[in-house]
């Protein structure tokens, strides 16, 4: 494996660890726990999400890097390739809602196919399809409520198989939509267009990831002193839902600093069988998502006695040395299923599936 490859792939390992704990919390956990470890376990919400879809636009970015080398034919033909794994996995997100409502893979496909578009063109339009998406977004946070919809006690969306609820779901008030969640993949197209092999390149992506994340938790400690509105304060502080502008620039600052980091040690580890068998599990996680999501949800509930619709109740409230616990296990037997499968295949299982359909 190469070194840029292996980096790349480590930041997705974390990526997938940090959503085991989101998601485990989420329906397990008590989301008031105001204990150290519970907090703790909050700290992966939205990062882990946000450096997923960064890692998404990257590996979009590197699978077209040769762009002095392509034809035209060449750039019609891996578009089209990148729109197909975009309906696949907008199909698969889809049935898969029917499980998990708080899927992501459906909005995956909406990312992929816009990015499709951009794609070849020059790495500065990335940047302002970024900047465009979260300026859409905030603009329509004053022309819709952003509760409508929701139910925020249970966190179900009353009307999402309806199709004027599915277009705001998906473009603006879901778990994770287009507006402004593809500005994730517009930076992690420019980003993969970088040459990670230079040590600048790695000090410029850090020190601006800093930059941005310091610049707004500077400005949340500022506020905490100051006698701000409830809006304000709540504009300022907000978490995941809505994705206002603090959000954003906090968790992309914390996913450059990330990558960047996991790119830098994968220059000393690249050789290492461990960094080799945590690069194999970061290269299915498409795999490692549904089987979190279904067989790791399911054996939690039987841990508890219940089964899956009973746990979906929200009234679990398991402690969270127990969810960290159960997420490091589970991410550990990842790991051995990545090693064991990657020694007779290169891909992951639900990988394998959505090249053979779209490749």
Same mark, same amino acid.
């Given at each position: 494996?190469?070194?840029?490859?292996?980096?790349?792939?480590?930041?997705?390992?974390?990526?997938?660890?940090?959503?085991?704990?989101?998601?485990?919390?989420?329906?397990?956990?008590?989301?008031?726990?105001?204990?150290?470890?519970?907090?703790?376990?909050?700290?992966?919400?939205?990062?882990?999400?946000?450096?997923?879809?960064?890692?998404?636009?990257?590996?979009?970015?590197?699978?077209?890097?040769?762009?002095? *080398?392509?034809?035209?034919?060449?750039?019609?033909?891996?578009?089209?390739?990148?729109?197909?794994?975009?309906?696949?996995?907008?199909?698969?997100?889809?049935? &898969?809602?029917?499980?998990?409502?708080?899927?992501?893979?459906?909005?995956?496909?909406?990312?992929?196919?816009?990015?499709?578009?951009?794609?070849?063109?020059?790495?500065?339009?990335?940047?302002?399809?970024?900047?465009?998406?979260?300026?859409?977004?905030?603009?329509?946070?004053?022309?819709?409520?952003? *509760?409508?919809?929701?139910?925020?006690?249970?966190?179900?969306?009353?009307? &999402?198989?309806?199709?004027?609820?599915?277009?705001?779901?998906?473009?603006?008030?879901?778990?994770?939509?287009?507006?402004?969640?593809?500005?994730?993949?517009?930076?992690?197209?420019?980003?993969?267009?970088?040459?990670?092999?230079?040590?600048?390149?790695?000090?410029?992506?850090?020190?601006?990831?800093?930059?941005?994340?310091?610049?707004?938790?500077?400005?949340?400690?500022?506020?905490?002193?100051?006698?701000?509105?409830? *809006?304000?304060? *709540?504009?300022?502080?907000?978490?995941?839902?809505?994705?206002?502008?603090?959000?954003?620039?906090?968790?992309?600052?914390?996913?450059?600093?990330?990558?960047?980091?996991?790119?830098?040690?994968?220059?000393?580890?690249?050789?290492?069988?461990?960094?080799?068998?945590?690069?194999?599990?970061?290269?299915?996680?498409?795999?490692?998502?549904?089987?979190?999501?279904?067989?790791?949800?399911?054996?939690?509930?039987?841990?508890?006695?219940?089964?899956?619709?009973?746990?979906?109740?929200?009234?679990?409230?398991?402690?969270?040395?127990?969810?960290?616990?159960?997420?490091?296990?589970?991410?550990?037997?990842?790991?051995?299923?990545?090693?064991?499968?990657?020694?007779?295949?290169?891909?992951?299982?639900?990988?394998?599936?959505?090249?053979?359909?779209?490749?």
């Amino acid at each position: 494996m190469k070194k840029r490859i292996i980096g790349f792939d480590l930041a997705r390992a974390y990526a997938i660890f940090g959503m085991f704990i989101v998601n485990f919390n989420m329906v397990f956990g008590n989301h008031d726990d105001s204990s150290l470890l519970g907090k703790f376990l909050v700290l992966f919400s939205g990062h882990s999400s946000t450096v997923f879809v960064i890692l998404a636009g990257m590996g979009v970015a590197l699978m077209t890097n040769r762009l002095q *080398e392509y034809t035209r034919e060449d750039r019609k033909r891996l578009r089209y390739t990148i729109l197909k794994r975009a309906a696949f996995l907008f199909i698969f997100g889809m049935l &898969f809602c029917l499980w998990w409502p708080a899927d992501i893979l459906h909005l995956y496909g909406g990312y992929m196919s816009i990015g499709a578009l951009l794609v070849f063109m020059d790495k500065k339009y990335y940047l302002i399809a970024a900047a465009i998406v979260m300026v859409i977004f905030h603009l329509l946070l004053l022309v819709i409520p952003f *509760e409508t919809g929701w139910d925020l006690v249970t966190l179900e969306y009353s009307d &999402f198989w309806t199709i004027s609820g599915f277009i705001r779901n998906t473009f603006y008030n879901g778990w994770n939509p287009i507006f402004p969640w593809f500005a994730y993949f517009a930076i992690g197209l420019y980003l993969g267009r970088l040459d990670w092999n230079l040590k600048q390149t790695q000090k410029k992506v850090f020190i601006t990831g800093l930059i941005l994340y310091l610049l707004v938790e500077g400005v949340r400690y500022g506020s905490s002193l100051m006698n701000l509105s409830t *809006e304000t304060r *709540e504009f300022i502080y907000a978490d995941y839902i809505p994705p206002v502008l603090p959000f954003l620039l906090n968790t992309i600052g914390f996913g450059m600093m990330l990558i960047t980091g996991f790119m830098l040690i994968s220059q000393y580890i690249s050789e290492k069988s461990w960094a080799i068998d945590l690069a194999r599990t970061g290269q299915m996680t498409l795999t490692h998502y549904v089987s979190h999501l279904s067989i790791g949800l399911i054996v939690l509930a039987l841990f508890q006695g219940k089964n899956y619709s009973e746990v979906m109740d929200g009234k679990n409230m398991l402690e969270p040395l127990y969810i960290l616990l159960y997420s490091v296990g589970f991410f550990i037997l990842s790991l051995y299923f990545s090693k064991i499968w990657g020694k007779k295949f290169k891909q992951g299982p639900l990988e394998m599936l959505m090249r053979k359909i779209t490749d």
